[in-house]
């Protein structure tokens, strides 16, 4: 079982720039499918990004051309940039480590979710 922990959230205003790190311990990361989760209050956690193993990549339309999902195999690393961030990118982003991609979707391990990091863009 992967244990992700998540770094980089903070507060920008609307246009700016973040960078999410999900640092996951344990072998075989570079095996592993790695996706980036958010989650407002009240609603679902929601798919923003993910990246097989093999280094496909899939993004919500939301954030398509904004985000870029990237993986580091040897420092067991994945990473989330964020440009031109909006107010409704607010959310606590969540790393989930180990899912599977299947016809199109991410399906999460639920075992493999980390404690998450606070995304705040001010107007």
């Known amino acids: 079982q992967v244990r992700p922990v998540e770094s980089g959230g903070g507060l920008v205003q609307a246009g700016g720039s973040l960078r999410l790190s999900c640092a996951a311990s344990?072998?075989?990361?570079?095996?592993?499918?790695v996706a980036w989760h958010r989650q407002l209050p009240g609603k679902e956690r929601e798919l923003v990004a993910g990246?097989?193993?093999?280094?496909?990549?899939k993004y919500a339309d939301s954030v398509k051309g904004r985000f870029t999902i990237s993986r580091d195999n040897g420092k067991n690393m994945v990473y989330l940039q964020m440009n031109n961030l909006k107010v409704e990118d607010t959310a606590v982003y969540y790393c989930?480590?180990?899912?599977?991609?299947?016809?199109?979707?991410?399906?999460?391990?639920?075992?493999?979710w980390g404690q998450g990091t606070q995304v705040t863009v001010s107007s």
């Open positions: 344990g072998n075989g990361f570079s095996r592993y499918a």
């Open positions: 990246i097989h193993f093999t280094g496909g990549t």
């Open positions: 989930n480590v180990g899912g599977t991609f299947n016809s199109g979707q991410y399906f999460p391990d639920l075992r493999s």
